[in-house]
């Protein structure tokens, strides 16, 4: 496929602005500064031609591409998320572009102590003879997901400039937020209008994902007993130790994210906060199916009701969130959205793999929300550190794939 792509110009245009979300902002966006990002997209897309675009006060856009066919298509919707993650600075961003890649450890410009290892990122040899996109080492670069919003202005670019490619009529979505997981959280689907989505967002050239975790959240008071610790004697129970005592006995070989992989699900404390009087321990729990879910939360009640027992005087709540569950269980009841992807996939010219992600996506979310929508990749690696990096030719071939599953919704229309 033929495309005068902008993708890099635009990617290194907006890894410039810092959108980090806020976990612990009550608003929505978390951060207004990622709306200074949603300000350039929809001033680049009414630059497009796309008439309708335009930001709510919510910092979520939406775009519309007119179909161009007389057939009945459905309408496909791609959606990108603007923030990037909190883990890792996204101030400053200063990227770095490494021509013609030599397959060897790439030193980051401004901490040479930051050095990104063949050894631990062996796709980079898939990579031989391309051109990388690193950080400078200071901070996390943005692919993640501003390689997607490239992906998807620059397949509309093209679109715009070519209507002799017939298509249906086409939803662009993006939204802030994804990385503290309340990216659909303010979604319009009425709206928005679309069938079916797409996230672009995914990692590996040729991958697209249509199975995530089911995920909850799972919180544990613990309401201990306060005395004056110089009259404390078979008085005290500390809130704190019996929840520090409570993450101590979980296992460490099996059950955590760091003994995990593949189709296996795990418990994982994030946070321990409070005082002798009271303490509160969070955690995610993360599985593929609704069972393994139940069994994990089980394992954790016990856990607290065998730790508590010790304690006396002393009481514990459990209260557990719904964070999201496996989009398969949609996207299994209309087979031929993934089926698009993969025949697109193969037309830029990639052999393509279906996977699951060890995580979610906006797509998860949306999934169950009446839009069915599963992951294709960016080209996406290492991210939320400041290793992450980016290849030029794997942002092209996902213009291309999102071009081609334009394409093929409209043929098979």
Request: aromatic residues 6%; glycine residues 8%.
């Amino acid at each position: 496929m033929n495309i005068n792509h902008t993708v890099t110009d635009r990617f290194l245009k907006y890894t410039k602005i810092d959108t980090q979300s806020d976990p612990t902002s009550p608003t929505c966006p978390s951060t207004e500064k990622q709306k200074d990002l949603g300000r350039v997209l929809v001033q680049e897309l009414l630059e497009m031609g796309i008439s309708d675009a335009h930001m709510d006060e919510c910092g979520y856009i939406y775009a519309t591409i007119p179909g161009n066919t007389t057939k009945k298509v459905p309408v496909i919707c791609f959606c990108s998320h603007m923030d990037t993650s909190p883990d890792c600075s996204g101030k400053g961003v200063n990227a770095q572009v490494n021509k013609n890649y030599d397959g060897k450890d790439i030193i980051l410009l401004n901490d040479k102590t930051q050095i990104i290892k063949v050894a631990d990122h062996p796709s980079l040899l898939k990579q031989i003879g391309n051109d990388i996109i690193t950080t400078d080492g200071t901070t996390l670069l943005g692919a993640d997901n501003k390689a997607g919003l490239a992906e998807i202005m620059d397949a509309a670019h093209h679109l715009m400039k070519h209507p002799e490619i017939k298509h249906g009529t086409i939803k662009i979505l993006f939204t802030p937020d994804e990385e503290i997981g309340r990216g659909a959280d303010k979604v319009n689907v009425e709206k928005l209008g679309a069938d079916y989505a797409y996230t672009i967002d995914g990692e590996e050239l040729g991958h697209i994902e249509n199975e995530t975790f089911s995920a909850d959240g799972l919180t544990i008071h613990i309401h201990g007993v306060s005395t004056h610790p110089g009259f404390a004697k078979n008085k005290m129970e500390s809130a704190i130790k019996i929840a520090s005592e409570i993450v101590a006995a979980l296992p460490k070989d099996r059950m955590s994210p760091e003994s995990t992989e593949k189709m296996e699900g795990f418990v994982h404390p994030v946070s321990i906060s409070g005082a002798i009087e009271e303490s509160t321990l969070q955690f995610i729990i993360r599985a593929f199916d609704e069972e393994g879910l139940k069994t994990q939360e089980d394992f954790l009640k016990n856990l607290t009701e065998t730790v508590i027992k010790k304690y006396p005087n002393s009481r514990y709540d459990i209260v557990v969130k719904e964070q999201y569950r496996n989009m398969k269980q949609v996207l299994d009841k209309k087979p031929e959205i993934v089926n698009n992807a993969l025949e697109a996939i193969r037309r830029s010219g990639i052999e393509p793999v279906l996977s699951s992600i060890r995580g979610g996506t906006d797509g998860s979310r949306l999934s169950y929300m009446g839009l069915p929508c599963p992951n294709i990749f960016a080209g996406e690696h290492a991210f939320h550190s400041k290793h992450e990096w980016v290849s030029i030719q794997d942002m092209q071939k996902a213009v291309e794939t999102i071009v081609n599953l334009c394409i093929i919704w409209e043929e098979k229309a």
